[in-house]
């Protein structure tokens, strides 16, 4: 048995502690003679113990030593590598110091250098500008002092001129006084003689000045005798020759019968300039020649211009020969006098209504011939609607009638410019005062027909491509409804198709526009807007830009992809036009349809017919606009009255200036002229303020027709120069009681302000503000994009306070909104925006003077005509120079005009700054 062994038995209590030792006490108390046992065991033991903690403490000691000693080498290693990146940090954060410092000392030497150069800049540019003021200055003090010297020697030539003129009549006076005095004696002796020949040379005078009343009498009776058989009225109500090559649209429009008129009257004059000759012996005779040459003159020409009156061409043609004839015989007579004497005195009072006598009859010589060749081309043009000559319009080429009149154009040309010269000569003080506004008439209006002449001769190879010369061309028509507005003009609703080829029309049709709308192919995503009536885009929405041009060519390509040929060139007319061939042709009955059209009811009944009537097992609504077109035409081509043929012509050259008509073409000179002339629709330039209101119908129904519309422009100019303008669109909606329920809808208008780029929108009110989805998934269903719509898109900006869409288009800023108009009722909309510009910014030599306003408000194509108010207020110390229109209404510190938005306006304003 072990001796730390306890037998469990031998105890009451078991000999362990708490913790489950051995407890000696207990032990000892059982066994007390063991007790040294113990104490040399337990000895013993903690010796041995004591040996163990020894050792382990000696090798814990060794450890510690060993680890201590690796920590010091470690540390110490490390405190080095520390020391050796300090340094290095040390280093590179010196070296990094002196790179900033010198790139601190480059930069500052930098900027210094750039400080230098743009002071050295801004010095040279100062100088530059004050070399270029002090430039200005001095060409325009050269200038007025060249225009000065120009003056002073002009009035010096002139000053020469008459002292040589004078000095000549001194001459010629006392040669004719030395003259007079040798030859007294000789008049002495044959004065009985002398008496007798003046006695005969004033009874010849006599007789010939009783002819020419009897020819003036004459030609009296015959105008009288023509007025009975062609009427009375006013020769300017008829047919002008500038209407058909006029180069602008002027508020005077040259008339050949007015102005021949006029000049025969000035021609009449050399009654008076001959008054003056009759202090030479043979001067009686040639007074009396010269005006029975100049009343048979003037009889030739009124009676040439009746018979142009009754498209007598033949006898035109032989009475314009014959005042020809009548004018270079007066001619002839005045040169018996001796040309060098005539024009020397025309500079000397009373004896210079010779030169202005003789200029007069030569003027009248190169009218005639004129006339003769401007008589031809009325001849060959009215071979077209003459079915009684024989010869067919068919048979007749247009470009054979242009090659025609380029030559007969030419010729008047010449003598026109001829007649020019002679015009000028004549001395507005040598007539009568009664005749002098009227000789003013004729010299203002004679250089604008010799301008239009021009215009026609420089551009005929144009007028030639255009009618085929160069290959077959094709015209796109397009019929635009006013009464459901749209950006050109008008929902197109038909078109047309005209095939010209060496100037004949070979094909021309019209047919609805739906027939090639349903041939097209191609998935084209439409303009938001249209995406509410319409999935995809085609032809008859193709007109949707404000700029004709581009719309234009939309169409163009519309039509080609529908199968249809390529255009070259776009022509768009409205209903408003039919309306004013209507006014001159009268009713036209169409039995078909048992109707009878005229300008009154035309839209109505001819919407009538398209909406309601037409044969639906036919299904061609558009079918009596195809059946009506001809047969104007022909009512118009087939008069033979000349003043029906002037009424056309005006009511076509209305129709371009109020834009019913719009003219496109893909040939760029072509275009380039109908720019010029105003015909093209596109959105204009302007330099300062512009604004144009562009309203698109879209599921509106025909309401336009119905719709009153105002438009207030009321541009502020503040005192810092910068403009604010308020815009004040009001529509009216007439409609509600009307017996068409198309013209009873709400007007759903998709209104576009179009004004200057860069303007900032401040409020706007009396808009609908919505929001709309795309009907389709044009992505996934791969729909094409146009490039113009998706630039115009994706520049688009919704302002937050108005829901107005903003964006650029045609170098212009517009604002977009829907406005809804039910009927009898009115809608006000106000747009409040800043322009992109400011007034008295530009000065010379710090002084700031002078400065203008100015406003191109642009109407719509198509429209009726808007009424449109423009109003300007200024600051009080801006007073007005000079204002256009001088319609103006003055009121406090502002100028108010009214118009109608027929055509477009242009307002401007100078201001002085006080």
């Excluded at 601190?104 to 800049?121: H, P, W």
């Amino acid at each position: 048995m072990s001796k730390n062994r306890i037998i469990p038995q031998m105890f009451d209590v078991r000999p362990v502690d708490e913790t489950g030792d051995l407890d000696w006490k207990k032990i000892k108390s059982v066994c007390p003679e063991k007790n040294d046992f113990r104490k040399n065991v337990l000895k013993k033991k903690e010796e041995t113990k004591r040996q163990k903690e020894q050792q382990r403490f000696l090798q814990l000691e060794q450890q510690n030593i060993f680890f201590e000693k690796n920590e010091i080498a470690r540390r110490k290693q490390e405190e080095q590598l520390k020391i050796e990146n300090q340094r290095r940090e040390a280093e590179f954060l010196a070296a990094k110091l002196m790179e900033e410092q010198k790139r601190t000392l480059i930069l500052e030497n930098e900027k210094k250098r750039l400080e230098r150069q743009q002071q050295a800049v801004m010095e040279k540019i100062h100088k530059i500008h004050k070399g270029k003021e002090q430039e200005i200055i001095a060409q325009k003090r050269i200038k007025t002092i060249e225009k000065e010297e120009s003056i002073r020697i002009q009035a010096l030539k002139q000053q020469e001129e008459l002292k040589r003129a004078a000095e000549f009549n001194r001459k010629q006076s006392q040669a004719y006084q030395e003259f007079v005095l040798e030859e007294k004696r000789k008049r002495e002796l044959l004065q009985a003689q002398w008496l007798e020949n003046e006695l005969r040379a004033e009874a010849k005078a006599r007789l010939e000045q009783e002819l020419v009343a009897k020819k003036i009498a004459k030609a009296k009776k015959r105008e009288n005798l023509r007025k009975k058989i062609f009427g009375s009225k006013n020769s300017q109500d008829y047919f002008s020759f500038n209407d058909l090559f006029s180069k602008n649209r002027l508020p005077f429009q040259f008339n050949i019968n007015k102005s021949l008129g006029t000049f025969a009257l000035v021609s009449m004059f050399v009654f008076v300039g001959i008054g003056g000759i009759t202090y030479v012996s043979k001067g009686a005779g040639i007074k009396g020649r010269v005006l029975a040459s100049s009343a048979d003159g003037l009889a030739n020409l009124n009676s040439a211009i009746g018979e142009i009156k009754n498209q007598n061409f033949e006898n035109s043609s032989n009475h314009f020969s014959e005042a020809y004839a009548n004018f270079s015989n007066g001619a002839d007579e005045l040169d018996t006098m001796g040309g060098i004497l005539i024009d020397a005195t025309r500079f000397v009072p009373f004896v210079s209504k010779i030169s202005s006598g003789k200029n007069a009859v030569e003027a009248g010589k190169h009218f005639s011939a004129a006339g003769k060749s401007i008589n031809e081309v009325a001849r060959i043009s009215s071979q077209f609607k003459n079915t009684e000559s024989g010869v067919s319009s068919k048979d007749i080429s247009l470009l054979d009638v242009l090659e025609n009149a380029k030559q007969n154009i030419a010729k008047a040309k010449i003598e026109l410019d001829a007649a020019q010269q002679n015009i000028d000569r004549i001395s507005i003080d040598d007539l009568p005062v009664d005749k002098q506004q009227k000789f003013l008439l004729l010299k203002q209006s004679l250089p604008e027909l010799r301008s239009s002449l021009d215009f026609f001769l420089n551009n005929s190879q144009i007028f030639v491509d255009l009618l085929g010369g160069n290959g077959p061309r094709k015209y796109l028509f397009l019929f635009q409804n006013n009464s459901e507005m749209r950006a050109t003009g008008g929902f197109i609703g038909s078109y047309g198709l005209i095939d010209i080829a060496n100037g004949h029309v070979k094909k021309f049709f019209i047919d609805g526009i739906f027939n090639p709308d349903g041939q097209l192919r191609d998935k084209i995503v439409p303009p938001a807007p249209i995406q509410k009536i319409s999935a995809n885009w085609s032809m008859h929405d193709s007109n949707w830009f404000a700029d004709f041009p581009l719309s234009a060519k939309k169409s163009i390509s519309f039509y080609e992809k529908t199968g249809g040929p390529t255009a070259d060139g776009v022509i768009t007319l409205t209903p408003t036009m039919m309306q004013k061939l209507l006014e001159i042709t009268g009713p036209i009955e169409m039995p078909e349809y048992d109707v009878t059209l005229n300008s009154e009811n035309f839209v109505e009944l001819t919407q009538n017919e398209v909406e309601v009537e037409y044969d639906k097992q036919e299904n061609k609504p558009k079918k009596i606009l195809s059946d009506l077109a001809p047969m104007v035409l022909e009512k118009l081509l087939s008069s033979k009255n000349i003043e029906t043929i002037s009424k056309t012509a005006a009511a076509l050259l209305e129709g371009l200036e109020e834009k019913h008509i719009l003219l496109y073409s893909e040939n760029v000179q072509l275009q380039k002229i109908i720019s010029q002339q105003g015909w093209s629709g596109e959105v204009l330039d302007a330099s300062r303020d512009y604004v144009s209101v562009i309203n698109t119908n879209i599921n509106g129904y025909k309401t336009d027709a119905m719709i009153e519309e105002t438009i207030l422009h009321q541009a502020e100019i503040q005192e810092d120069g910068s403009i604010i303008d308020t815009l004040t669109i009001t529509r009216k909606h007439n409609g509600g009681n009307s017996d068409y329920e198309w013209f009873n809808k709400v007007n759903a208008d998709y209104l576009r302000v179009y004004v200057p780029n860069g303007s900032k929108l401040l409020e706007v009110s009396g808009q609908t503000r919505e929001t709309s989805k795309p009907p389709l998934d044009y992505d996934a269903l791969d729909f094409k994009r146009d490039i113009d719509v998706q630039n115009q898109e994706n520049s688009m900006i919704i302002d937050q306070s108005s829901g107005t869409r903003i964006y650029q288009e045609s170098e212009k800023t517009v604002f977009a909104n829907w406005v809804y108009v039910s009927p009898q009722e009115t809608v006000t909309v106000v747009y409040k925006y800043l322009l992109p510009f400011k007034l008295f910014q530009v000065s010379v030599k710090d002084k700031q003077e002078i400065d203008s306003y100015s406003l191109v408000a642009q109407k719509q194509s198509g429209s009726i005509g808007s009424k449109f108010v423009s109003q300007v207020l200024y600051p009080k110390n801006y007073s007005v120079k000079w204002n256009f229109p001088v319609e103006f209404e003055k009121n406090n510190n502002g100028l108010k005009v009214e118009s109608t938005l027929k055509t477009d306006r242009y307002v401007a304003l100078l201001f002085e700054k006080r």
